[in-house]
Every structure is written in C-alpha cells, then in structure tokens.
C-alpha cells in the first residue's frame, strides 16, 4: 500500500531530510506501507494545490494542516477524516495547542510545530549601530530603525510578494490595538466591527511611512532563496525579519555562510505599542500539523501519531527548524534563538492563531490582499476592514 504525503518542507535542507527519514523508519516498522512524498511551497500548498485536490477525487492522504478557520471549512466541506478515538494518547500527550486542529470538540488533526512570531535579528549589526538591547516598545523599534539607516543597513526586511509576510505586520498591530475578548469574537463570530481594527491599519501605515524595509520590498518574496526576504537577513542584507519559530530552519537553507549565521542570530518578541488597549503580553502564533483525508485507509491515522511520537518529536526539535509539541520533546531544542521562542511562548498571556487561519481562507485572502495594498500605497487601512467584511458575508 502507498501513502501519499504533502509536505511544505520544500526547500533542500534539515527539515526536508528529516521527513523523509521518518516516511523510511515508519516504513521499516510498516513494512506493507510506502511513503510517497511531495514537498510543496507553503503558498502554493495552502492557496492553491491542496484546495484543488481536497475537491478532486484523489486528494493526497495526509497532509499539512494549520487548524483554526481553515480547518473548519475543510470538516464543513466533508474533507477531512475524524481521527478523535485514534489520538487520544497523542491529544494528551501535546496538550492545549491540539484544539487549535479540532473543530466542535473533534479532532481532525494533529500540531507537530508550535511557537509564536517574533522579530529574529542580527546581534552583530545591532550592536554595530549602537543599539543596546532588543526593542521593547514600537517607539524603540523607531530608534532602532533610524540608528540602522544611520551605517547604512537595511533596517527590516519583508517579503510582501507573498503576502502573508507582509500581513503578519498588520496581524500583530491589530493584537496591540485589539482587546483579547475583541479578537477572540472577531475569530467565533467574523465580528470585524471594533474600530481596532481600523487602528491597526493606521498603526501600520505610519510605521510602513518611516521606511523601514528594503527597496522593491512589494516585489520580494518570503523564504525562497538568497535574494528573498529571509535571505536578506541570512545574508547580512538586512538586520530584522518578522517571522515564525520555522524560520530557523528556513534561514539555514538560504544562507551562504551557516555558521556565520549562528554567531549573529537573535530573536526578539513583537514590541509593543504604548497606549494600546491590548494585552503587551498577548502573541500571534500558531503551528504545522497534519491531517488525513476523509478516505484515507487506518495506516494514514497510524502515520499521524508516528509523527508525533516522543521520538519523532525529539528528531524535529534536533533539526533545529522549529518547535516541537509534544511534552518533553523541547529538551531537544539546542539553538538559542528557538529557546527564547520557547521561553516567551511559555510567557505569552494569550496565543492568537495567525488571522488568516483563524478567520479562513475566505477572509484571510481577502485580508492578506488589502493589507498588502496598504504597503503598496494604494490601499487603506478603511478597505481592510471592508474587504473582511464583504468576504465573511459571502
């Protein structure tokens, strides 16, 4: 029998390598089940091929799932496969972060990553622009900008030809500006009525306006190569990159040099905005898991919770290209930056799911276009919210 595994680990690296290691030691245990592995960009697998194969007739059997909204239309759609009586040891053993991949008290899928969002950083050019410590507050981050500008460095860089890149800034001032009740009825009810939500976008234009990205910034991609937005960071192109715990990973497969990378990466949390009504301590956040397809045969459910076994989890954490889940497997976690992801996501007040998965695929495309509109200089902060709105009443 074959299996057939969509994965967005999709560049030449740990993480790529690591899966199909676990793929031939499940195998080895299974020796009747072969592993059949396409590995597929992150955009490109949520936005457009996994949509078009969940509506085909042969959809992959597992495959990468982020939970929230997303999931939900995929359970409403009759996608996905009820996996609750399997997983209830693996459900125990990764604790809360599970629900996020569980609709009306089901589970359709299990997390293998989780962590918060934050601003990964080259220590060297920090230091070399005189800043003393990581930004705390947005004011801060301002100073922190205009001290880069100053040797001219390349203050952030932000990889808006995908979009998502871009909205994760948008994502995060509305976290500052919204209450935690205001965001958690904007994800139950797509209740996008709180004025918040307009502050965000300003919030953002003004910080967009003191220039702080690189130039042609609408045009780079996220995490591609050396010429993207990660890349630039790797490289020392650029200083900050705003981006998830994966990252790690991902800057190892872009950079020229990988241990010239490891003596200058850091990692902050998002800073806060003085004044704002939301929870400082409050975090985006979020994780990869994997689900299986309604028809998908028993072996597909076996995978899942091979996957994340403690052992498997172990081997992720070793790779150093993410958070693992399940508890104790974060022993395994050597390097620096991902340990102070560990740390301030342990921290963190509340975890809000990234919005576009949150809220679904609907409004979160919808959302992630006009916020990317706004960094092209033809949107406004007004349109965000009528363009969720007009796409939560479709």
Known sequence: MTLTWWHNASQDGPGKTYWEKVAKDFSALHPTVKIEIEAIETNQLQRTRLPAALLSSDPPDIFQAWGGGEMTEQVEADYLKDITDQAKTEVGNIGSAAEIWQVKGKQYGLPFRMGIEGVWYNKEMFARAGIAAPPTTFEELNAAVTK?????????????????????????MALRACS????????????????????????LKAFIDTKPFQPNFIATPGQNDPTSANGMLANG???????????????????????????????????AISGSPGDPKAALGGGDGFSCAKNAPAECVEFLKYIVSPEVQKGYADTGTGLPVVKGAADAVKDPALKSILEATSGASYVQLWLDTAYGSTVGTAMNDAIVAIFAGNGTPEKVVSAMKAAASK
């Open 180 to 203: 935690v009740d205001t965001l958690k009825k904007a994800s139950a009810e797509k209740n996008f009525d709180d004025p918040c939500f307009v502050k965000a976008g300003q919030d």
């Open 237 to 271: 192109k650029a200083a900050m990159e705003l981006m998830g715990d994966w990252n790690r990973g991902t800057l190892d497969t872009v950079a020229t040099d990988k241990t010239k990378l490891a003596s200058f990466l850091g990692w902050f949390p998002v800073p």
């Open 148 to 172: 880069l500008k100053a040797i001219n460095v390349i203050p952030i860089a932000v990889g808006a030809g995908d979009k998502w890149p871009a909205a994760h800034w948008w994502y995060n």
